[in-house]
């Protein structure tokens, strides 16, 4: 049997889903979209609010003695342009007083790929001395960072220096660690980069929703180091003999 286009153009109608006839059924329906829709954006919200009131600039950051700069990515072995900026930030604090050591956490999963070691580089050729420099190489992501910050080189309060878009889910996640943080967002242009990492960050709020309600293990703990108290303890010297 043959079928003319409109038998196939009913056929192919009838085929997808239908909307509730029903007053009552589309009600229900829209309730659902909503209810969904409401929790879609509860991590965010969450996100939000637990950063509320810790967001501040280079210029009024109050003065902590660590700095935790997050990684961003490298580009032929050195810092890409938005890791850069993060660490202008953390030179700019330094000359300025504000803090005393960084701690530059990021991924050193590869040989050949090994952001902390980069970031050091990066500090120390624009004036921060490499003894103030204290290298994290499994900050594999932003719970990752927080985790190893508070548990392995026993850092209880900071300033997070990383972009806009990402750094209250940075200030959420080191507070769920039991890192009393502020933090620092470089301000970018809005380009394609820009927009890509705003909305990556709706896609995280999710996992960071989850990461600080069930506290993962990160992907490597590994033993205490002493690293960012040796770096204090080398800043407190001075001062006492003064």
Same mark, same amino acid.
């Given at each position: 049997?043959?079928?003319? /286009?409109?038998?196939?153009? +009913?056929? &192919? $109608?009838?085929?997808?889903? $239908? !909307?509730? +006839?029903?007053?009552?059924?589309?009600?229900? !329906?829209t309730?659902?979209?909503?209810?969904?829709?409401?929790?879609? !954006?509860? /991590?965010?919200?969450?996100l939000?609010?637990?950063?509320?009131?810790r967001?501040?600039?280079?210029?009024?950051?109050?003065?902590?003695?660590v700095?935790?700069v =997050?990684?961003?990515g490298?580009? *032929?072995?050195?810092?890409?342009?938005?890791? &850069?900026?993060?660490?202008?930030?953390?030179?700019?604090? #330094?000359r300025?007083?504000?803090?005393?050591?960084?701690l530059v956490?990021?991924?050193?999963?590869?040989? *050949?790929? *090994?952001?902390?070691?980069a970031?050091r580089? #990066? !500090?120390? +050729?624009h004036?921060? /001395?490499?003894?103030?420099?204290?290298?994290d190489?499994?900050? @594999?992501?932003?719970?990752?960072?927080?985790?190893?910050?508070? %548990?392995? =080189?026993?850092?209880?309060?900071?300033?997070?220096?990383?972009?806009? @878009?990402h750094? +209250?889910?940075?200030?959420?996640?080191? $507070?769920?660690?039991?890192?009393?943080?502020y933090?620092?967002?470089? *301000?970018e242009r809005?380009d394609?980069?820009?927009? #890509?990492?705003?909305?990556?960050?709706?896609?995280?709020?999710? %996992?960071?929703?989850?990461?600080a309600? @069930?506290?993962?293990?990160?992907? =490597?703990?590994g033993?205490?180091?002493?690293?960012?108290? $040796?770096?204090?303890?080398?800043?407190?010297?001075?001062e006492a &003999?003064?």
């Open positions: 049997m043959r079928h003319g /286009p409109r038998h196939v153009l +009913r056929r &192919a $109608r009838g085929a997808g889903p $239908r !909307l509730p +006839r029903t007053r009552a059924g589309r009600r229900r !329906l309730q659902a979209v909503m209810a969904v829709c409401v929790l879609a !954006l509860l /991590p965010a919200t969450w939000r609010l637990a950063a509320d009131g967001l501040r600039t280079t210029a009024d950051v109050p003065r902590t003695e700095a935790v =997050f990684g961003a490298l580009w *032929d072995g050195e810092p890409s342009p938005y890791l &850069a900026h993060r660490l202008d930030a953390a030179v700019e604090l #330094y300025a007083g504000r803090i005393e050591v960084v956490t990021g991924d050193n999963s590869r040989e *050949d790929y *090994d952001e902390p070691d970031m580089a #990066y !500090l120390t +050729r004036g921060v /001395p490499d003894a103030r420099i204290v290298s190489y499994a900050g @594999f992501d932003t719970w990752d960072s927080c985790v190893r910050a508070r %548990k392995i =080189f026993g850092v209880d309060r900071a300033v997070l220096i990383s972009q806009g @878009f750094i +209250r889910r940075a200030v959420a996640l080191c $507070r769920a660690a039991g890192v009393s943080s933090g620092v967002g470089v *301000d809005h394609a980069t820009w927009y #890509y990492g705003g909305v990556r960050e709706i896609l995280a709020a999710g %996992k960071a929703a989850a990461d309600a @069930f506290h993962p293990d990160p992907r =490597f703990l033993p205490e180091e002493p690293g960012v108290e $040796r770096a204090l303890a080398g800043v407190r010297a001075p &003999a003064g």
